[in-house]
Structures are given as structure tokens and as C-alpha cells.
């Protein structure tokens, strides 16, 4: 499922994981009031499957390269992804 908060689609990878882990930080420390540590416990969730999808796309793009017999390059083939 993709991000549906309009600011979090737009993020970079690097922008959405660096706000991850300040809520993360945050959450850790224990000095949020309970409304806003339900309120910010979501946004890392929108946050984490936003990276989760930017990383999976990335791997759907990396190629790997094949190798001829005679040892020069053949092509490309996409990369196992399990």
C-alpha cells in the first residue's frame, strides 16, 4: 500500500527515514503525551512502508550484468529479489 499522506509520498528515502527515526527517538525516550505518541506511533507507520516501497522499487530497477562465455559482457538481467 502506498503512502497516502500527500507530504510523506513526496519524500526522499534519506527525508523519510531520518523524520523515522527522530519519531523513533522520541517515542524511545518516553516523554510524549499519549495523544501525540498515537498521533506521531502513525506517521512512522505511513513513514517506514513509504521507505519499505522506495526501497522496493529500487530493487526492481538494478540489473545485474551477465557474463558471455568468452567472459565479456553478455547483457543484463534483472536481479533475483526474494
Do not use: W
Request: charged share 35%; net charge negative; hydrophobic share 40%.
Amino acid at each position: 500500500m502506498p503512502a497516502t499522506d500527500p507530504d510523506i509520498a513526496a519524500m526522499s528515502f534519506e527525508a523519510a527515514l531520518k523524520e523515522l527515526e527522530l519519531i523513533v527517538d522520541r517515542l524511545e525516550k518516553g516523554t510524549v503525551e499519549l495523544e501525540e505518541s498515537i498521533a506521531i506511533y502513525a506517521r512512522g507507520e505511513a513513514l517506514k512502508r513509504h521507505c519499505s516501497d522506495l526501497l522496493k522499487n529500487a530493487e526492481q530497477r538494478i540489473e545485474k550484468i551477465t557474463l558471455g562465455a568468452d567472459g565479456r559482457p553478455g547483457g543484463t538481467e534483472p536481479l533475483d529479489v526474494d
